[in-house]
């Protein structure tokens, strides 16, 4: 593993940031964490048009019965 600012090889720990083993450079003192075991967000995929007004939808997590709730891009209305 090299820094990502200089390229230097000399790494040592420093710690963890967000849950990931944090970095840093012993020759310029950068800090960072790995870009290879960083894991961005899911992208939302639209699903089923929305009932109201055929618009495409996100998925917005689910209500206290566990049913899956969506919101629609359009009108902002959000269903089952």
């Given amino acids: ?4 600012k200089c390229n230097s090889t000399s790494i040592s720990k420093a710690g963890t940031r967000r849950g990931k083993p944090a970095k840093i450079c012993k020759s310029c003192g ?3 964490v790995d870009k290879a075991l960083s894991v961005g967000r899911p992208q ?4 089923q048009n929305c009932p109201y007004c055929g618009g ?3 998925k917005r997590g689910s209500d206290r019965y566990s049913r899956q709730r969506y919101e629609c891009k359009d009108c902002k209305r959000i269903f089952t």
């Fill in 30 to 32: 950068y800090q960072f």
């Fill in 44 to 47: 939302l995929a639209p699903t």
């Fill in 56 to 58: 495409d939808n996100r």
């Fill in 1 to 4: 593993m090299e820094c990502p």
